[in-house]
């Protein structure tokens, strides 16, 4: 499974962006994809998680209320919007995929992943 993260840029702060990541190859709704976010001279930290029918979903308590994550099935993409960013949402953010044995499974740890994009940054100006 390859991941194609794009949508980061610069924005102001209150302002929005749309992330997207197109997955290809061996893709199907049993893969579970979460985004994640490292921030300069920190460690990478968990975002957003969705399970593979779509129906569940977990936040980061930061971005809970601002960040929404969805996928399309049919295109093989994953969404994370967000709204009303911050200074501190600055950082390249990633997103990841893996399978598993259940549709409904979300997974919040990024040990947990086998795939990776290769990151897109997001600056966010105050």
């Known amino acids: 499974v390859q991941l194609q993260a794009s949508g980061g840029g610069l924005v102001q702060a209150g302002g929005s962006l749309r992330l997207s990541c197109a997955a290809s190859?061996?893709?199907?709704?049993?893969?579970?994809m979460g985004w994640f976010r490292q921030a300069p001279g920190k460690e990478r930290m968990f975002v957003a998680a969705v399970t593979g029918s779509a129906d569940v979903t977990r936040y980061e308590d930061s971005v809970r209320g601002r960040f929404t994550i969805s996928r399309d099935n049919a295109k093989n993409t994953v969404y994370l919007q967000m709204n009303d960013l911050k200074p501190e949402d600055t950082a390249v953010y990633y997103c990841?995929?893996?399978?598993?044995?259940?549709?409904?499974?979300?997974?919040?740890?990024?040990?947990?992943?086998?795939?990776w994009g290769q990151g897109t940054l997001v600056t966010v100006s105050s």
């Open positions: 190859g061996r893709t199907s709704s049993h893969y579970a």
């Open positions: 990841a995929a893996s399978f598993t044995s259940s549709t409904r499974v979300v997974i919040t740890d990024a040990r947990r992943y086998k795939y």
